[in-house]
């Protein structure tokens, strides 16, 4: 650490001339860089900063306005104080101009009352500031190895922080970008006494910069992220109205290398997830394309720490609801949060499972059940974590939960594929279910009953026949004239027939409805007001979501 003006005053070198503080003493806490010793009065130009400048006063300005053009330029320099021998230009006192000057811009300004050997004072706080630096750089390599050890070795935040805490003597926070502590260590301190109002406390500390310091809490900061992505900030807690002493300097420089090692470890842990689920998918999409066999597939999933053999396996398939889909990177970056939930949903359940992107738009879990775990009661727990953590992360800005389907659990490897695919389909046909229309957490193949039925056929060139003869010439007339006529067929039909329900539904007046209706039937030559016809169009319309997915 730097020495200050106030230690600088107590060294025998200068304490020899009797030195006497005349303004600015509320500024000698001050570091001190170097000393410059100069007579000329325009010496401000030779100076970077820090310098303690001493000076007989021979050359110094005697108007009022040169004196305080003299200080105003030291200040402007950042000097860190002017020392002014007396016995050359002074005797017994200074210019109350320069004095006036150096109390009103906060430059500490000492007098030596007798005469000393300027040389005995550079050399005496050079060395001092070569040990200072010396000290200052072992310190450094100190929390460099330090951190360079936690790095290596991933460690968790909370070990990253006592290690802060320790090397700083302070309590120390990090704190999402919404203010919230996610880990702390107090140093001592009780955990109400520091986290108490901490959001209201923190959103006021705003200092410039990534890393500041604000004296008027005492806090140090610095801002936690990487890849031009932050996340958080490190704060360093001091107790308020300390001020910003050259002490700072070695705690800013502890708290940036913690905060580089907190950023650098949820890099690696980001990455280390991603392997992880780009691992799950190839074993995923190696089953449902028989791209491996089933010995590759259970050896490599054993290797992986989800054991396979010997348990019951069911498959699960996630799928967000409708809405626009994204661009290509945002559904990508969507994927994959939503993907890390799903693992971080089986993980908290304890659940072994296979995790990865199916598609570009859903999910595949391959859950493999012990001999002791209720199927039902581990599928109502893993879409209930999974539920809650979208929640917690905000990924789910509508509050529309996902589908979750179930295919039926099978008793070997072998048989995953099949489970597999009885859960995609089931996905697909769930889909168009209204969210919240079921008690159940999930989705099985019979809950989806004729919609999961025309969803499986829907390859079928028969079922494909059955849509175009049914809903053919309405498809063309939209296709021609640009109108809806096919939505407000589904219109009608899901409202029961009830064409009253059925204009509100499509926010249409009765007669501009009841008109459209009679175009549809028109074209179509059916009567709408037979339920046979009526059956059949509506199947025909569930086909054609089917066909159409």
């Known amino acids: 650490m730097l020495p200050t003006v106030s230690q600088v005053l107590e060294l025998d070198a200068l304490r020899r001339g009797l030195p006497q503080v005349v303004a600015g003493a509320a500024q000698l806490n001050r570091p001190v860089r170097w000393v410059h010793v100069s007579e000329l009065p325009d010496v401000a130009g030779m100076l970077h900063g820090g310098e303690l400048v001493l000076t007989t006063g021979i050359a110094l300005p005697d108007d009022r306005e040169g004196l305080a053009r003299y200080v105003r330029e030291l200040v402007e320099v950042g000097a860190a104080g002017l020392v002014v021998e007396f016995?050359?230009?002074?005797?017994?006192?200074?210019?109350?101009?320069?004095?006036?000057?150096?109390?009103?811009?906060?430059?500490?300004?000492?007098?030596?009352?007798?005469?000393?050997?300027?040389?005995?004072?550079?050399?005496?706080?050079?060395?001092?500031?070569?040990?200072?630096?010396?000290?200052?750089?072992?310190?450094?390599?100190?929390?460099?190895?330090?951190?360079n050890e936690l790095a290596v070795e991933g460690a968790e935040p909370a070990e990253v922080l006592r290690q802060i805490a320790r090397m700083a003597g302070r309590p120390v926070v990090l704190e999402n970008l919404?203010?919230?502590?996610?880990?702390?260590?107090?140093?001592?301190?009780?955990?109400?006494?520091?986290?108490?109002?901490?959001?209201?406390?923190?959103?006021?500390?705003?200092?410039?910069?990534?890393?500041?310091?604000?004296?008027?809490?005492?806090?140090?900061?610095?801002?936690?992220?990487?890849r031009g992505e932050d996340w958080g900030r490190l704060v360093l807690v001091d107790e308020p109205g300390v001020p910003s002493e050259p002490q700072a300097h070695p705690r800013a420089m502890l708290l940036e290398r913690g905060a580089a090692t907190l950023a650098l470890n949820r890099l690696l842990v980001r990455d280390r997830e991603s392997l992880e689920r780009q691992t799950h998918r190839t074993l995923l999409s190696g089953i449902l394309t028989h791209a491996l066999t089933v010995s590759e597939v259970a050896l490599r999933a054993q290797a992986l720490g989800v054991p396979l053999e010997g348990r019951r396996l069911v498959g699960v398939v996630l799928r967000r609801r409708g809405g626009p889909l994204p661009a290509a990177l945002e559904a990508q970056a969507r994927l994959r949060d939503f993907t890390e939930l799903a693992a971080g949903a089986a993980?908290?359940?304890?659940?072994?499972?296979?995790?990865?992107?199916?598609?570009?738009?859903?999910?595949?879990?391959?859950?493999?059940?012990?001999?002791?775990?209720?199927?039902?009661?581990?599928?109502?727990?893993?879409?209930?974590?999974?539920?809650?953590?979208?929640?917690?992360?905000?990924?789910?800005?509508?509050?529309?939960?996902?589908?979750?389907?179930?295919?039926?659990?099978?008793?070997?490897?072998?048989?995953?594929?099949?489970?597999?695919?009885?859960?995609?389909?089931?996905?697909?046909?769930?889909?168009?279910?209204?969210?919240?229309?079921?008690?159940?957490?999930?989705?099985?193949?019979?809950?989806?009953?004729?919609?999961?039925?025309?969803?499986?056929?829907?390859?079928?060139?028969?079922?494909?026949?059955?849509?175009?003869?049914?809903?053919?010439?309405?498809?063309?007339?939209?296709?021609?004239?640009?109108?809806?006529?096919?939505?407000?067929?589904?219109?009608?039909?899901?409202?029961?027939?009830?064409?009253?329900?059925?204009?509100?539904?499509?926010?249409?007046?009765?007669?501009?409805?009841?008109?459209?209706?009679?175009?549809?039937?028109?074209?179509?030559?059916?009567?709408?007001?037979?339920?046979?016809?009526?059956?059949?169009?509506?199947?025909?319309?569930?086909?054609?979501?089917?066909?159409?997915?």
């Open 87 to 147: 016995g050359r230009r002074y005797f017994d006192t200074l210019p109350r101009a320069l004095v006036h000057a150096a109390e009103q811009r906060g430059l500490p300004l000492v007098v030596l009352r007798r005469e000393i050997r300027f040389v005995a004072v550079t050399e005496a706080v050079h060395a001092l500031v070569v040990n200072a630096q010396l000290e200052q750089l072992r310190a450094s390599e100190a929390v460099h190895q330090v951190f």
């Open 178 to 226: 919404s203010h919230q502590v996610l880990a702390h260590d107090p140093a001592g301190r009780t955990e109400d006494e520091l986290l108490e109002h901490w959001e209201r406390r923190s959103r006021a500390v705003r200092p410039a910069g990534r890393t500041g310091y604000d004296p008027r809490s005492g806090w140090l900061v610095t801002v936690v992220g990487a």
């Open 347 to 549: 993980r908290s359940c304890r659940l072994a499972a296979l995790v990865g992107a199916l598609d570009d738009e859903g999910v595949g879990l391959l859950i493999a059940l012990g001999s002791q775990q209720d199927e039902h009661t581990a599928l109502e727990g893993f879409a209930a974590t999974l539920r809650r953590l979208l929640a917690d992360s905000g990924k789910e800005k509508d509050g529309t939960p996902p589908v979750v389907a179930v295919g039926s659990s099978v008793g070997s490897v072998r048989d995953a594929r099949r489970t597999l695919m009885e859960a995609t389909q089931v996905a697909d046909a769930a889909l168009h279910d209204a969210p919240g229309a079921r008690a159940a957490s999930y989705y099985r193949l019979p809950d989806v009953r004729l919609r999961g039925l025309l969803h499986l056929l829907r390859d079928d060139a028969r079922l494909q026949t059955y849509v175009e003869r049914e809903l053919g010439p309405l498809l063309a007339y939209d296709a021609e004239q640009g109108s809806q006529l096919v939505q407000l067929l589904r219109v009608y039909l899901e409202q029961g027939r009830n064409k009253s329900a059925a204009a509100d539904a499509a926010h249409l007046s009765r007669p501009s409805f009841y008109d459209r209706l009679h175009k549809v039937e028109r074209i179509l030559a059916v009567d709408l007001d037979q339920v046979e016809s009526c059956l059949s169009l509506h199947v025909a319309l569930l086909a054609l979501d089917a066909v159409r997915r």
